[in-house]
């Protein structure tokens, strides 16, 4: 498996780091009830085809990236900087 | 025998070898089976299950029947091709899977039952008693069965790993892909070329015709010298491509050096790890056999490896040979045997509409019905029409067929796709992205095909990687119809062998069909067809065709099983070269790494770290004796010890110590400058993730410390929060763990030793506080912390100044009654006061658990807040963190019980995660989990050790046990 990542260029799966969906950037407010926490830390869905999750590019660059793939084709289809994307920043 | 004239082998170069005990001589150039057929060797192994005399089938790595063992100095390899290994001089084999001599094998009495030993024989017999499983049944069926087997001894040999990247691959080098291979190297492409053998050329060395009206073999060389000649090629021979993955990656295996003697520097094998995002497969294809009865005896050869062995090694592979085929490719044996002077009985041809032109003896609608010679074939009986008759023979040729070498395309789980015309499965296009089958691997069976098609694949190829391909001429060639009919198997009275490795017979797959396994993938696992080293490569397509027909259906109804990699087994130790010994883990060394050694500590491995565990003195038989001294002399004196290990992050930016509140349960911003804080950082599902100190070096300039275990991890969630929660914020940061050189210097002499080399002494620096400092002209960081409980300093210097600065510190601490002291007395002297580590903060304990609830700041948000708030996080029911303390040996991985309970799951009150003998205080220290644990200092818990038989009473008390006021580190 081989990652394009967007600052290094196409490398080895072993240079990544994988993490887990990307429901993980959705961090809910402090003051969110229980259950968004659950589904926060806890609650995923199991797609077969396209799906979104977190590597880090830990042999690299150091940056967080969303991995767009299809879980049953294996074809990634895009890799976004996390650091790049709607939300980061405050 | 071998023949004069013919062949690839060099004729001048003779290699000794050995087989059995006996010695007999090959050439350069020989595989050891083409050495044994030249020598009259027939009988070579024993079939698996049946013990039955197996010759040698194929001329490839699809071998099923000739598995040997390799001998070396130091090591056996099993299961080793004969068609594979190359001989050289020296060579030390031996045949496998009998029990006394190959000719006279005792198990070879398993043929005799085996009308009992058919599919299902064992599931349905040793059920019962079922205690006699494990002790009898499978040990003695274990001891019959199997192949090969190891020496029992470490693998000493050399192995090697490689990447290699490449515009295009190119794997196989019969004639498409040479000519692939070719008409991308010319057009600049960067081809890596892999084939299984030590020569190019695939079967046009096999089949030895002509093309553009000079030999093969010419013109092979030619385009091998061009190649060769081309900085954009890289020629990897003796290399299987085993596996096709991910995004253009592919796995192959090298041989290097099994066909030499062996040298240390040699490797035996090498992994490689081929990138290339076009791919062509250009594998060929592998003959199948017919399912006669009787089709197994030594002798009975598939038809394309008699020529091979006749055109590549000089060999005849029998002085009388038949012919059993519905091919017309099978009829070339004939003429070439008759060319090379060998005498052909009779071609046998199923097919009534065959044409007759060979000047042999031709049966058309005729099988091979039964066949003799028990460690060797003498004769076969011939079944035509009504009427039956024998002929004697010693070798007989068969061809039912062939089959595309597609099983790279579908290594991605797509199966292949029938096709009626060819009476073969066929590569689905796609089904490996970027990987296009060319030539007989995609069912186009002529020589004139082949080379075509290798051209339009690599043409296809240059266009997608955006290169213009030049004009490269197609040679004339061989370019006849693929003449055949489908014949799966011959009715008759004998056993008909489809899977020789596993010893499956057609009787065996229609009964599991009889039995309800009808489908493909339970036939499979029922008779265990396609299950051996050559895992279906010569039996998939006729086992299946056998169960279609026992199940009324046609073959595309009943379906394929799919191949997985890898395509011929991979040695584990090709696939773990270098990480054998020392090489399974990098080793990271303290810049006091050699001042320790000299000192002879023995060193503790903590993570890929080597720290000092004590530093033994003369007299002392113990590390424990070691240990205390080490202990008295921080407490009494003064001990330095090297901390560099700690992970070290530098935080910079307008928003360090905001996001320091973040990711802290505590707050950071307030710090003033020159001060140090402990801090606790949870997970963001509220589990303590780390602690350590952080400093604040200046006013936008901090300096964070984690645990040594937790560096790597830290950094990588500092890195999360940031990136994904506060990419605006004016922050930068950046791991210096091994920038800096950093010792602990501990005691009531700390602060006197450091005065002694500081420029400038340290003054009145606060406990808590850091400051600038100079040792030597160089600059220095000092840090007044303690993680012993004494008035304490940490030191750092940068990273070249290590091992000098520790030298000295450690000259200087001896003349003052210190010296260094290690993990064990560091750990020691932190259970002492109540310190944690990662024993305790094991990943399932919140700040609560360990007493730390009030860390958590009510003022601000930091991760994992909200989710340590859950029930059932915090409370009387949790476990807590105790302090232990015992009259004798206590042990971490103990649990507690209330004494009186009887010591049951139901009962277990909590466990330990560090202990101690506490010299300083006489007496038996740990750390514990205890449920609801800090409303119960005081009583007395039972602690029970089953694995080192301990059983002790323990007072329950807080966990800070020396100096809990704090008075000697504020001193």
Redesign the interface.
Known sequence: MRLTCPLCGPRDRREFYYYGAEDYLNRPDAGAPGSAWDDYLHNRDNPAGMTRDLWYHEQGCAQWLIVTRNTVTHAVTAVDLVAGRQGAAT | MRIDGKGIIDRTRQARFRFDGRDYQGFKGDTLASALLANGVRLVGRSFKYHRPRGILTAGSEEPNALVEVIGKTNRTPNVRATVQEVFDGLETRSQNRMGSLKHDLLAVNDLFAPFLSAGFYYKTFMWPRAFWEKLYEPAIRRAAGLGSLSGRHDEGAYEKAWAHADLLVIGAGPAGLMAALVAARAGADVVLADENPVLGGRLIAEGGTLGGEPAAVWVAGVEAELRSLPNVRILTRTTVTGA?????YGALERVGLHKPARPDLPRECFW?I?APRAILAAGALERPIAFPMNDRPGIMMAGAVRSYLNRFGVAAGKRVTIFASTDSARATARDLVAAGVQVAAIIDPRPDASVVEEVPVHLGAEVIDTRGRHGLRSITVRKGAESFEIETDCLAMSGGWNPTLHLTSH?NVRPRWSEDLAAFVPVEGAV?GLFAAGAANGTMSTHGALTAGKAAAEAALSALGRVAGTVAVPAAEDAPYGHRAIWSVEGRGRAWLDFANDVTTKDIRQAAKESYASVEHMKRYTTQGMAPDQGKNSNVGALAVLADATGRGIPETGTTTFRPPYTPVSIAAMGAGGRGAGFAPQRFLTSDQASRDRGAPMIETGLWYRPGYFPKRGEATWKEACDREVAMVRQAVGVTDVSTLGKIDIQGKDAGRFLDFVYTNTFSTLPVGRVRYGLMLR??GMVLDDGTSARLGETHYLMTTTTAAAGLV??HL??V????????DLRFISVTESWAQFAVAGPKARALLDSLLEMPIGDLPFMACAAARVGGVEARLFRISFSGEEGFEIAVPTRYGEALFRDLLARAETMGGGPYGMEALNVLRIEKGFITHAEIHGRITAFDIGMEKMVSAKK?CIG???AQ?PGLWGPEREQLVGLKATGPISAGAHLFRPGFAVERENDQGYVTSVCWSPTLGAWLGQAFLKDGRARHGETIRLVDHLRDIDMACEVCDPVFFDPEGGRMRA
């Open positions: 993955y991910d995004d253009g990656t790890r990138v991605m992205p963001e599902d950094m990588r890195d999360f940031q990136q994904a929660f506060c990419a605006d914020w948000d807040k909200a989710a859950r």
